[in-house]
T-cell receptor, first 114, second 115 residues
Framework: AQKITQTQPGMFVQEKEAVTLDCTYD???????LFWYKQPSSGEMIFLIY??????QNATEGRYSLNFQKARKSANLVISASQLGDSAMYFC???????????FGAGTRLFVKA | NAGVTQTPKFQVLKTGQSMTLQCAQD?????MSWYRQDPGMGLRLIHY???????DQGEVPNGYNVSRSTTEDFPLRLLSAAPSQTSVYFC??????????????FGQGTRLTVV
């Protein structure tokens, strides 16, 4: 069965520093996609970055990058040069290619300190 | 440029009442889903649909019904509201799988309180 685990309920980072948010997953499907979403205090859900299970390179989108370690089943989000506006909840999610369900982890709340 | 429109934004129900949360998307997405968000539990999938006339249960389907008569609309019905259904509900839509085209677009959310 699909499962997403985010073990860090809360994280603090100093402005302009990098931070890594952890995500591990479990699936029996060899083909899947991993997504990260941001939820600011206003409540909307914003898609950040995607990694496919067969992608050879780690995904990057601006200041966001995904540290994908397939053998360890981890897909950690790295935010470089943190900004105050990065303070939010971050969710890791997975979707199996053979199925249609997208499941989410419990989330990590990131606090960026000035 | 509407995207996913979800109504209402806030709702208070009495125990035992029924209601329907509306969700509509204008992006011609095949896949639509409903989630509930509770503190410390992330988003949990209630029901989902892969196309008009096709729905299936997610992780927490009890107490909820859905139907998908058109590609655009995917309403969620609470049959007999219970305090345990107090939550924030999100509707989401996406294309069938295709890399990051499978990323979900979310509605603004409905904050439901059952008293």
């Amino acid at each position: 069965a699909q499962k997403i685990t985010q073990t860090q309920p809360g994280m603090f980072v100093q402005e302009k520093e990098a931070v890594t948010l952890d995500c591990t997953y479990d699936t029996s499907d060899p083909s899947y996609g991993l997504f990260w979403y941001k939820q600011p205090s206003s409540g909307e859900m914003i898609f950040l970055i995607y990694q496919g299970s067969y992608d050879q390179q780690n995904a990057t989108e601006g200041r966001y990058s995904l540290n994908f370690q397939k053998a360890r089943k981890s897909a950690n989000l790295v935010i470089s040069a943190s900004q105050l506006g990065d303070s939010a909840m971050y969710f890791c999610a997975m979707r199996e290619v053979g199925g249609f369900k997208t499941i989410f982890g419990a989330g990590t709340r990131l606090f960026v300190k000035a | 440029n509407a995207g996913v429109t979800q109504t209402p934004k806030f709702q208070v129900l009495k125990t035992g009442q029924s209601m329907t949360l509306q969700c509509a998307q204008d992006m011609n997405h095949e896949y639509m889903s409903w989630y509930r968000q509770d503190p410390g539990m992330g988003l949990r999938l209630i029901h989902y649909s892969v196309g008009a006339g096709i729905t299936d249960q997610g992780e927490v389907p009890n107490g909820y019904n859905v139907s998908r008569s058109t590609t655009e609309d995917f309403p969620l019905r609470l049959l007999s509201a219970a305090p345990s259904q107090t939550s924030v509900y999100f509707c989401a839509s996406s294309y069938s799988f295709g890399g990051d085209r499978g990323a979900a677009f979310f509605g603004q959310g409905t904050r439901l309180t059952v008293v």
